[in-house]
């Protein structure tokens, strides 16, 4: 019995099929089905039983369950002890260019070599990607309205939600070169009729045309890579939103308070909240970036 088969058993036990286990887990279907019979097999009892209606725990499998969560979460608190090196940095981000800023920051001021990693993506691909324990830290933003929904979605992926900014400030940004940089007074109608460059993730289409009744907007860009996005306002030719609780860090760009520029009825405050697997415990360096990000440091 290994590690390997404990996280594939807790994540059958989760999604209640082969079938799904195997598209969080990233395996194929047979894989998978190998891997717990060749479990059960060792153990000599059955965890799961099989039906038409999907898989579920056995009462053995039920208590199997509970020992191999906490074997998990003492692997995770093991790997964080002693005074040496710890594991690395891993870090799956919801487009923000403060938060990749402040990984730059802190994992060049780190010592040793640690292979950190920060990746850029939408809520889902985050949610997912801890999930499925390719990243060990999640960020996702989220309007505030809509914490109920993601703390349920947190939970049915056995994730941990833990707010990391409440309200962050919510903010046009445009070049210097942009018209609308000059202009003093900045009306809904002129949000409306500029070129608009955003991230092509669902949730952000969504905060955009649902919360900020932006879908009039005559021309719109998504893109998928911060680079492309830097382009588009540096070009002088687009507007973009973001979320920020730090608006002194953008100094490339104009920022202009989004709440005067919208419709009455927009909802535009926005939270942030840091995602971590239920056994997951937050390393020493996990705990320090956090605070980091808070400016506790």
Excluded: W
């Excluded at 089905?33 to 039983?49: A, C, P, T, V």
């Excluded at 995770?76 to 710890?86: A, D, P, Q, V, Y």
């Excluded at 919208?262 to 971590?276: H, I, M, P, Q, R």
């Amino acid at each position: 019995m290994t590690f390997r088969h404990l996280e594939c058993a807790l994540e059958v036990a989760r999604a209640g099929s082969i079938n799904n286990a195997s598209k969080k887990l990233l395996v194929s279907q047979p894989y998978l089905s190998n891997m717990i019979n060749s479990l059960e097999r060792e153990i000599g009892y059955s965890i799961f039983e099989r039906s038409s209606h999907g898989i579920s725990c056995t009462p053995e499998g039920e208590a199997f369950m509970n020992l191999a969560e906490r074997i998990m979460s003492d692997l995770s608190e093991i790997k964080t002890l002693g005074g040496g090196s710890e594991e690395p940095l891993t870090i799956a981000s919801y487009y923000s260019r403060f938060i990749t800023e402040d990984f730059r920051i802190f994992h060049n001021s780190s010592e040793g070599d640690a292979a950190d990693r920060c990746r850029e993506m939408g809520n889902m691909e985050v949610i997912d990607s801890v999930a499925n324990r390719e990243f060990s830290l999640g960020i996702i933003y989220h309007a505030k309205t809509k914490l109920d929904k993601f703390t349920t979605l947190a939970a049915a992926h056995n994730l941990k939600y833990n707010t990391l900014f409440e309200n962050m400030g919510t903010y046009l940004i445009m070049s210097d070169d942009h018209p609308l940089a000059r202009k003093k007074d900045i009306t809904t109608d002129d949000v409306r009729s500029s070129s608009l460059v955003f991230f092509d993730d669902v949730s952000t289409m969504l905060y955009m045309m649902d919360h900020l009744k932006l879908q009039d907007t005559d021309s719109q860009f998504a893109v998928s890579d911060r680079g492309a996005y830097m382009d588009a306002l540096l070009s002088g030719h687009y507007i973009s939103i973001i979320n920020t609780p730090y608006p002194e860090k953008e100094k490339l760009f104009v920022l202009r308070d989004l709440s005067g520029c919208l419709a009455e009825d927009a909802d535009f405050e926005v939270s942030s909240a840091y995602l971590t697997h239920q056994s997951h415990k937050l390393t020493r360096r996990e705990q320090a970036f956090l605070e980091a990000l808070r400016h506790k440091q």
